[in-house]
């Protein structure tokens, strides 16, 4: 079952990345854009950290948790109903097809991939975060940078109050680094879907 579980884990993550550089039409974004991104939204998340200050308030914990645990539900809905809703083949007899109704075709099957692997892996990356967030909840010493105890007690606990710092430091770098990652995904997503029924409409 583990071993089954990582391994569809891998293959949304693959999928996802690989869709996530091509569009409908099969055009395909280079490295360097996606590095882009990936970039700016890690240097988004360092400037995010950094401008933090030493304690982050309770309240945003539970607003995250709250809002998370939505977007966990109404990402299972849509993942659940996007198949039968976003899916249904309008070729009725595939030889007598015309090229119009084969693109078309094309074009809702390959969304519809791209739809469910984008969903399953902002799902996953949301459990993620909200995994985090239990963890500030579990050990609440961890919403706060003991900076100013570094430096009164610089020679008694430097290592240890180091130590924890750079730990937080980091568990703040992936929280919010994951959120705006849910973020930028959540907004592909629903551009995507919006892109794709226009043209349907059209």
């Known amino acids: 079952m583990l071993a089954d579980t990582t391994r569809h884990i891998a293959k949304i993550r693959k999928k996802s990345k690989e869709y ?109 975060a909200l995994a985090l967030l239990l963890m500030s909840v579990l050990f609440p010493e961890m919403n706060e940078l003991h900076i100013d105890n570094t430096i009164v007690n610089i020679q008694k606990h430097i290592w240890l109050n180091l130590w924890t710092s750079v730990c937080i430091f980091f568990y703040r770098l992936i929280l919010f680094y994951c959120i705006l990652k849910i973020a930028f995904y959540t907004i592909y997503l629903v551009s995507s879907m919006v892109h794709y029924m226009s043209s349907r409409i059209l």
Do not use: C, H, Q, W
């Open 20 to 128: 996530i550089r091509t569009s409908l039409d099969k055009s395909k974004s280079s490295k360097l854009e996606i590095a882009l991104i990936n970039i700016d939204l890690f240097l988004a998340t360092v400037a995010i950290v950094v401008n933090l200050g030493v304690s982050i308030p309770e309240i945003f914990f539970e607003f995250m948790s709250s809002t998370f645990s939505i977007l966990i539900g109404l990402f299972i809905t849509a993942l659940i109903f996007s198949f039968e809703k976003f899916y249904k083949t309008e070729i009725v007899n595939p030889v007598n097809a015309s090229a119009t109704d084969r693109l078309k075709d094309t074009i809702s099957y390959n969304f519809t991939k791209r739809f469910i692997f984008l969903t399953g892996y902002v799902i996953l990356i949301t459990i993620m």
